[in-house]
């Protein structure tokens, strides 16, 4: 998400992420402006809970004090599970299939990705999608799980676990 690679996320960081994911996706001046607000906002509440020195920039400390948090806050966990189905779900019918969610995952890596492998992995019934239930069992488990096995790890696609873990 870091789009100047200076180590820090700041606001720009989350509008340039927007601007990719609305290159990649099919527009509509509805679903774009829902989408700006969704991801504008989640960059609100990241600012507000992890920027401790109040300096309008977050390091990767200040966001992992957060996630380690994440685990006694399923709330806000899910909350934010509701409002990215939401952006993920371009047309709207209730599912994430896998070509929705192969750009999520190219909106926020800023380069094209096969997601073939990866898509079945988290489409843990086998149908094809993956339902708001579902996203958000793999949303958890993503931000406030501790398995590196669970499906869930790998929602953003696929990339090398640090040593030690998460």
């Known amino acids: 998400m870091d789009a100047n690679a200076d180590g820090l996320l700041e606001e720009a960081d989350f509008a340039a992420l927007t601007a990719r994911w ?24 990241l600012l507000n809970t992890s920027d401790l020195n109040r ?8 966001v ?10 399923l709330d806000v966990v899910a909350g934010t599970a509701r409002a990215m189905f939401e952006a993920v779900d371009e047309n709207g019918d209730g599912e994430i299939t896998a070509d929705e969610y192969r750009r ?8 094209r990705v096969n997601t073939d492998e990866i898509f079945p992995l988290l489409d843990t019934d086998g149908d094809g999608r993956l ?9 958890t488990e993503f931000w406030a799980g501790n398995d590196p096995d669970a499906p869930g ?4 696609g696929r990339f090398d676990l640090p040593v030690g873990g998460r």
């Open 55 to 62: 300096d309008n920039k977050v390091t990767l400390d200040e």
């Open 104 to 111: 999520l995952v190219e909106a926020w890596s800023g380069r």
């Open 22 to 45: 609305l290159a990649v996706r099919d527009r509509d001046p509805e679903r774009d402006a829902r989408l700006k607000t969704i991801m504008m906002g989640w960059w609100s509440t």
């Open 153 to 156: 790890t790998w929602v953003f």
């Open 64 to 73: 992992l004090l957060v996630v380690d948090r994440l685990g006694t806050m």
């Open 131 to 139: 339902s708001k239930a579902e996203f958000a069992e793999l949303w």
